[in-house]
């Protein structure tokens, strides 16, 4: 059977790779979308939006879209450039989705927005968006000091609204993923899981540090003049925890994501990556995080009996 998010999206498995600004280029969104899942692009470089061309050589599968509405709320021509790109899928995010909804559909796109509140959701579902992707504060990156946890969030927006869900924070497998249906999703999202694969551009210092992180190793960091971030607790982020200061934290994050420099920035990490002990091809990740979804399922049955 075909449930909503595998109907909207057009996949074999609702399993979405996560728009990680310089990371979601086209080798690993065209990995992903060969193994079944939905690849993802980002657009605020233009690296990235170049991406959105040539990640047709590599895959002839779905692919989406991310846009930031924050970085493009004053020049609506990207919704050209996705229309030129063939783009049919568009996961828009930080900003009101009232902006360009309209306009996606327009163009013949599904619109998907990124939320962390229950507020946040309504005000999308009004915009008329075609599903959600809900994240809880345990997710890696740009985050609310105030936002709930994947746990407390999913549910409630899912009975709040009749919408097709996708969860993002706390993924990983097939056992987070069956959690995630059980709360109300019918697919996941996975930032975290897919930096630690085979196919991801970053560096194997990045990859190595995820995999060594325990359920302490990361941290949401408030510092002036940043926004809130997840980030893993190694490197700059531990001493910024210790000596808060109103630095730039991300002015050389492209050092540290494909140079390795730990200290050169701050590294946009989720809480999942204490669960996560090695580095995966993603088909293999995408595969087994929804098809081990049933076996899951029948030893919580098996306990409950």
């Given at each position: ?17 996560a728009p990680m600004t310089y990371i979601a ?98 005000k999308a579902a009004a915009a008329g968006v ?176």
């Amino acid at each position: 059977m075909t449930n909503r998010v595998q109907a909207l999206l057009g996949v074999e498995f609702p399993v979405v790779q996560a728009p990680m600004t310089y990371i979601a280029r086209a080798e690993l969104a065209a990995a992903v979308s060969e193994g079944g899942g939905l690849g993802m692009i980002e657009t605020l470089t233009p690296e990235g939006r170049a991406d959105l061309l040539r990640v047709r050589e590599l895959t002839e599968r779905p692919v989406a879209a991310n846009l930031m509405i924050q970085g493009w709320k004053r020049d609506p021509s990207i919704v050209g450039v996705l229309a030129e790109a063939g783009v049919r899928h568009v996961f828009t995010s930080a900003g009101d989705p009232a902006l360009f909804t309209e306009r996606l559909h327009d163009a013949g796109m599904t619109v998907v927005h990124v939320v962390g509140s229950l507020r946040g959701a309504l005000k999308a579902a009004a915009a008329g968006v075609d599903g959600l992707v809900v994240e809880g504060v345990e997710g890696g990156g740009f985050k609310s000091a105030l936002g709930a946890s994947t746990m407390v969030l999913l549910p409630l927006i899912a009975q709040h609204l009749d919408l097709p869900l996708i969860c993002a924070g706390g993924i990983c497998d097939a056992r987070s993923g069956a959690a995630a249906v059980v709360l109300g999703a019918e697919g996941v999202q996975m930032g975290t899981r897919m930096l630690a694969s085979v196919e991801a551009a970053v560096h194997t210092n990045f990859k190595d540090a995820i995999v060594a992180a325990d359920d302490a190793g990361t941290v949401l960091l408030e510092v002036p003049g940043n926004p809130t971030m997840r980030v893993l607790r190694v490197g700059m982020a531990a001493r910024i925890r210790e000596n808060a200061s109103d630095a730039r934290l991300l002015g050389r994050i492209e050092e540290l994501y494909f140079a390795g420099d730990l200290e050169a920035s701050v590294a946009n990490t989720g809480q999942v990556s204490a669960r996560i002990t090695d580095l995966r091809p993603v088909a293999d990740i995408v595969r087994e995080t929804w098809c081990d979804i049933e076996s899951v399922l029948d030893g919580a049955r098996t306990r409950l009996s």
